[in-house]
């Protein structure tokens, strides 16, 4: 247990389908991070919230709407998603974004997506 | 570009040492991290290195030479659990972590 739990953690849905991803950490920390992983792939940063404030978005396509409630919760919106967004989905969280150059993450199980 | 290589894959013998290499080209340097991941698990943090030298901790260590962009993660006495994907991960001067594909080490008894 790293302290982050991610559900669901296995998610089936159909290009016209909403599904939302939940994150919640239990740290204490300050930001929390999305990623996409992709077999053989680096992970690759979709977002980035510290302090509840969006810091990152690396050029994700709109059809992912992140949400960030409160320091705790952070959620992944999905929408007319595409086959090739199947992945797994991770979160992560770290006490906060930039203090420091040890800013160690800890990440959620993640969420197995498929889109059929 | 930012680039971050480590091998595919490696096969090495339970109680035997492996050496698993990374090296990267950023832009600036504040940190390089190794995490470990079983499938279908979370990664988790294994070590930390942002100066020069060997950082052990039990059976693992990690090396960095910062004018050679290059890291190792060395792995003694290899037990079966240890068969994992091992992530190295440099974070650049804006802070963000860049992350290699990953290494998946099977152990083989």
């Known amino acids: 247990e790293t302290g982050v739990t991610q559900t669901p953690r296995h998610l089936v849905m159909g290009m016209t389908n909403k599904k939302s991803l939940k994150c919640e950490q239990h740290l204490g920390h300050n930001a929390m991070y999305w990623y996409k992983q992709s077999a053989k792939k680096p992970l690759e940063l979709m977002f980035v919230y510290n302090f509840k404030e969006q810091t990152e978005n690396n050029s994700v396509p709109s059809r992912f709407s992140p949400e960030c409630p409160n320091s705790s919760h952070l959620f992944l919106h999905l929408h007319t998603l595409q086959p090739e967004d199947s992945a797994l989905y991770l979160c992560?969280?770290?006490?906060?974004?930039?203090?420091?150059?040890?800013?160690?993450?800890?990440f959620g199980p993640g969420t197995r997506l498929t889109v059929l | 570009g930012q680039n971050i290589d480590q091998p595919t894959e490696m096969t090495a013998t339970e109680g035997a040492i492996v050496q698993i290499n990374c090296t990267y080209q950023?832009?600036?340097?504040?940190?390089l991290f190794w995490y470990q991941q079983h499938a279908g698990e979370a990664p988790t943090f294994l070590s930390y290195n942002v100066l020069d030298g060997l950082e052990e901790k039990g059976r693992f260590s990690s090396f960095l030479s910062r004018s050679k962009g290059y890291s190792y993660l060395l792995l003694k006495e290899l037990q079966m659990k240890d068969s994992a994907s091992y992530l190295c991960?440099?974070?650049?001067?804006?802070?963000?972590?860049?992350w290699g594909a990953g290494t998946k080490l099977i152990i083989k008894p």
């Open positions: 950023t832009s600036g340097f504040n940190g």
């Open positions: 991960a440099v974070m650049d001067s804006n802070y963000q972590l860049i």
């Open positions: 992560a969280s770290s006490q906060d974004q930039d203090q420091s150059s040890y800013n160690e993450q800890f």
